[in-house]
């Protein structure tokens, strides 16, 4: 009867031994098998610590990054062609403007910036024309009227008063002005007549009192000009028409 139920006991327990087993070989084809602790820890690192090299390798100079300041050259670029096609002008090149009116500013006609000529007209009787022209680039004002000296004269001839233009003559350049010079008593009443042969022009200033300038040297006739002291001068005038009514 004992080796009965130890044949029984044996039996028993080989069965729980196969049952054990095929609990084993169930847990392993269940999708999770079995686990190790110490594998899983040091996956775990492994992962990590490529992670982080990714993000240290991103971080450094000529990685991903370094697209970046080719892109904003280009668009820097892009923007300077911009500026040079309809932009802001670059401060250099702004420049001074020069002021046009006053590269034409008028002078005083004097004579180094006119030519002055003078010529005896048939009419009015013993009278001369001054006709002066401005050979300068910019517009001048004839000034009062000419102060004129024949020879070696120590005074210059009185104007006629009646004579003064409403406005200063103003010359354009190769513009002319003019004024007459009475030479002479038409009626022979004059004294102290004499021929002369030399001829200077003066110019007045704005003030009217003092002579500006060079003088100007206009030629006579040769067989020269004869004059008294009834000589005197207009203002110069604007046409030639006005200055040979007096």
Known sequence: MSGIRNSRT????????VVLAALSLTACNDGTGVHDEGASADASATASSSAGASKTDASKPGAAKTDAPADDA???????AAGGAGGSKPAGNSGTAKDPASAGRPVTCEGS???TVAAPVNRPVNHMLLTVTNTGGKPCFLYTYPAVRFGEAQAVPPVIEESKPQAVVT???GQSGYASVNLSAADGSGSDGRTENSLTVYFHGRSGNESVGAGAH?????????VDDSLKVTYWQQS???ALIW
Do not use: I
């Open 240 to 242: 030639m028409d006005a």
């Open 171 to 173: 010359l354009d350049p």
């Open 10 to 17: 044996r039996l028993v327990g080989a069965a729980a031994t």
């Open 113 to 115: 910036n006119t030519k």
């Open 74 to 80: 280009a668009s820097g670029g892009q923007q300077a």
């Open 218 to 226: 206009p030629a006579l006739p040769a067989k020269g000009v004869y």
